[in-house]
Nanobody
Framework: VQLQASGGGLVQAGGSLRLSCAAS????????RGWYRQAPGKQRESVAV???????NYADSVKGRFTISRDNAENTWYLQMNSLKPEDTAVYYC??????????WGQGTLVTVSS
């Protein structure tokens, strides 16, 4: 499974961005899809996850502002980010996990939120 993340950029506080993660390869091996982020000087943290069954989970810091979703073919998933704050500035990484593939990462996309 190979992942390609896109959609990052510079946005003012209060604005919105949508990140995309396109997967190729053995899509059927993916059980969990999600996003992590890593801000400068901080540890990588889980932002949002969606399972094959459609269950979602979010970090407390993004609940009510971010939404994870996937397309019907399940080869692309998205992170809709609304009401962005400067503290959301980070490199965002998509990932895919499953028993056969363990964990695969996308290359990261930078999100910068200006105050």
């Amino acid at each position: 499974v190979q992942l390609q993340a896109s959609g990052g950029g510079l946005v003012q506080a209060g604005g919105s961005l949508r990140l995309s993660c396109a997967a190729s390869g053995s899509i059927s091996s993916i059980a969990v899809r999600g996003w992590y982020r890593q801000a400068p000087g901080k540890q990588r943290e889980s932002v949002a996850v969606i399972t094959s069954g459609g269950s979602t989970n979010y970090a407390d810091s993004v609940k009510g502002r971010f939404t994870i979703s996937r397309d019907n073919a399940e080869n692309t998933w998205y992170l809709q980010m609304n009401s962005l704050k400067p503290e959301d500035t980070a490199v965002y990484y998509c990932y895919a996990a499953g028993a056969a593939i363990f964990m695969r990462w996308g290359q990261g996309t930078l999100v910068t939120v200006s105050s």
